[in-house]
T-cell receptor, first 114, second 109 residues
Framework: DVKVTQSSRYLVKRTGEKVFLECVQD?????MFWYRQDPGLGLRLIYF???????EKGDIPEGYSVSREKKERFSLILESASTNQTSMYLC?????????????FGAGSRLTVL | GQNIDQPTEMTATEGAIVQINCTYQ??????LFWYQQHAGEAPTFLSY??LDGLEEKGRFSSFLSRSKGYSYLLLKELQMKDSASYLC??????????WGAGTKLIIKP
């Protein structure tokens, strides 16, 4: 019963290419997040969204953009991929009520930029 | 700055008990989470502590001391399937999650 689905598990792209990472959740969650996970570092928040067509920058938004046209879908876009964006990208969602919400994560998209 | 510290790697024996520590320095505190992440898989929620004390959930327990900025995850009766990374995360005063780098737990037979 997969609840957060990331469209691609593994991608290999070239420097300068435009990259789309798609994430879909089926739990009717208001909140969606994009993180990157690198060895030796904690999860770092790229962008998040609390509602359709709404987006907020996280800690490391540079080089990324996002789109949330529908409640269930949150896309991460790398306009011009660079080698330092080689990483594991994790999408997550949580309910919209205030307070401490448990995140449900997707399995991740491992991106390699050559 | 905000900081979460946890050991990089730990090794334990099947059937034993292991304690994974997490210390934090954050701007405010609205709770602490533990997640488990098997290699190549999504992190999954284990526990949430917002008040001091021990929360027990089967073989797993989580402890919090807010005055010491300290938490631990206790795993009892270790099984091979407990081999995973364990992520500690603190919800700060702005309700943003600050993540530790994770502790890789290796279970040996």
């Amino acid at each position: 019963d997969v609840k957060v689905t990331q469209s691609s598990r593994y991608l290999v792209k070239r420097t300068g290419e435009k990259v789309f990472l798609e994430c879909v959740q089926d739990m009717d969650h208001e909140n969606m997040f994009w993180y990157r996970q690198d060895p030796g570092l904690g999860l770092r928040l790229i962008y998040f969204s609390y509602d359709v067509k709404m987006k907020e920058k996280g800690d490391i938004p540079e080089g990324y953009s996002v789109s949330r046209e529908k409640k269930e879908r949150f896309s991460l876009i790398l306009e011009s991929a660079s080698t330092n964006q080689t990483s594991m990208y994790l999408c997550a969602s949580s309910p919209g009520d205030s307070g401490a919400n448990v995140l449900t994560f997707g399995a991740g998209s491992r991106l390699t930029v050559l | 700055g905000q900081n979460i510290d946890q050991p990089t790697e730990m090794t334990a024996t099947e059937g034993a008990i292991v304690q994974i520590n997490c210390t934090y320095q954050t701007s405010g505190f609205n709770g602490l989470f533990w997640y488990q992440q098997h290699a190549g898989e999504a992190p999954t929620f284990l526990s949430y502590n917002v008040l001091d004390g021990l929360e027990e959930k089967g073989r797993f327990s989580s402890f919090l001391s807010r005055s010491k900025g300290y938490s631990y995850l206790l795993l009892k009766e270790l099984q091979m399937k407990d081999s995973a990374s364990y992520l500690c995360a603190v919800l700060d005063s702005n309700y943003q999650l600050i993540w530790g780098a994770g502790t890789k737990l290796i279970i040996k037979p």
